[in-house]
């Protein structure tokens, strides 16, 4: 079964800093790009961070820039979002999701883990 | 950045009824753009994508059509687990990869 896991969620204090991780099975992960797309409570969706397959290409929303990190290991089938000087704001449940096309970036999010909520507060 | 603009932003509906939501591109993005539907507590699925490609395993009942700026979804026959929430998604100028608003589709 195709299928990503999320885990690394919870309650962090403004300025903190938290680590997701999103486990893939069921397909080649080296062969897919990757994103990461959080929902505030009760809110649309967000676009994150996504990295190419190889790790060549990696983009950031404005909102995270200079404060987050993805990275991906391939050999472990593993997907991460490093998320630096957390802040209200970023309260959310975070997906990470699998683009369509393999070996390059159709845009379009086939796959969906769970998600893994983000609160932060003091 | 591209702006993705949905409307309306609720819909009451009865079950068999034809439901279309628009969604408007602030710039040209030729067919890049993806439909999602999202449920309470679950995550977004995928539909649509490249304006008019339907996802595999997706109900024929579920269509999209458009290009440039102008873009609709349509669920011909409206069906009891149809009742979510409905997304728009543009990926021509990446990054960023914007989402419209949310088009919350009820129990009329």
């Known amino acids: 079964e195709v299928q990503l896991v999320e885990s690394g969620g919870g309650l962090v204090k403004p300025g903190g800093s938290l680590r997701l991780s999103c486990a893939a099975s069921?397909?080649?992960?080296?062969?897919?790009?990757m994103n990461w797309v959080r929902q505030a409570p009760g809110k649309g969706l967000e676009w994150v961070s996504s990295i190419s397959s190889s790790s060549s290409y990696i983009y950031y929303a404005d909102s995270v820039k200079g404060r987050f990190t993805i990275s991906r290991d391939n050999a472990k089938n593993s997907l991460y979002l490093q998320m630096n000087s957390l802040r209200a704001e970023d309260t959310a449940v975070y997906y990470c999701?699998?683009?369509?096309?393999?070996?390059?970036?159709?845009?379009?999010?086939?796959?969906w883990g769970q998600g893994t909520m983000v609160t932060v507060s003091s | 950045d591209i702006q993705m603009t949905q409307s309306p932003s609720s819909v009451s509906a009865s079950v068999g009824d034809r439901v279309t939501i628009t969604c408007r591109a602030s710039?040209?993005?030729?067919?890049?753009l993806a439909w999602y539907q999202q449920k309470p507590g679950k995550a977004p699925k995928l539909l649509i994508y490249?304006?008019?490609s339907l996802q595999s395993g997706v109900p024929s009942r579920f269509s999209g059509s458009g290009s440039g700026t102008d873009f609709t979804l349509t669920i011909s026959s409206l069906q009891p687990e149809d009742f979510a929430t409905y997304y728009c998604q543009q990926a021509n100028s990446f990054p960023p990869l914007t989402f419209g608003g949310g088009t919350k589709v009820e129990i009329k």
């Open positions: 710039q040209g993005i030729s067919s890049w």
């Open positions: 999701a699998r683009d369509l096309c393999s070996g390059g970036s159709c845009g379009a999010f086939d796959i």
């Open positions: 069921g397909f080649t992960f080296s062969s897919y790009s």
């Open positions: 490249a304006a008019s």
